[in-house]
């Protein structure tokens, strides 16, 4: 019943700029942190911006001052806007809802991943 639908990839030019969208449903999306990641071809996943439990922006150093995460709870959903792409962002973003446990546990939601390609 968890679901996270992720939308707005696409194919970008370098400079170009996106709005990826998370459309949350079957859970409590205040009570969780959210985030964005991306695997980019033949690499591991990675944190690109996310809500920490305590409300706090983690953004990774390659995407500063370009991307910015936001949350709408009213909506339950998240977005991650996108600037001045490289092609270096060329992944698959995927939507992520982490609910702390405070035990050392961490409960994850995954939406389906969205692919985001920048090219000239």
């Known amino acids: 019943q968890v679901q996270l639908v992720e939308s707005g990839g696409g194919l970008a030019q370098p400079g170009g700029s996106l709005r990826l969208s998370c459309a949350a449903s079957g859970f409590i999306f205040s009570s969780y942190a959210m985030g964005w990641y991306r695997q980019p071809p033949g690499k591991r996943r990675e944190l690109v911006a996310a809500?920490?439990?305590?409300?706090?922006?983690n953004y990774a150093d390659s995407v500063k001052g370009r991307f910015t995460i936001s949350r709408d709870n009213a909506k339950k959903s998240v977005y991650l806007q996108m600037n001045n792409l490289k092609p270096e962002d060329t992944a698959v973003y995927y939507c992520?809802?982490?609910?702390?446990?405070?035990?050392?546990?961490?409960?994850?939601?995954w939406g389906q991943g969205t692919q985001v390609t920048v090219s000239s």
């Open positions: 809500y920490t439990r305590g409300s706090i922006i």
């Open positions: 992520n809802a982490a609910y702390y446990l405070g035990s050392g546990a961490r409960i994850d939601y």
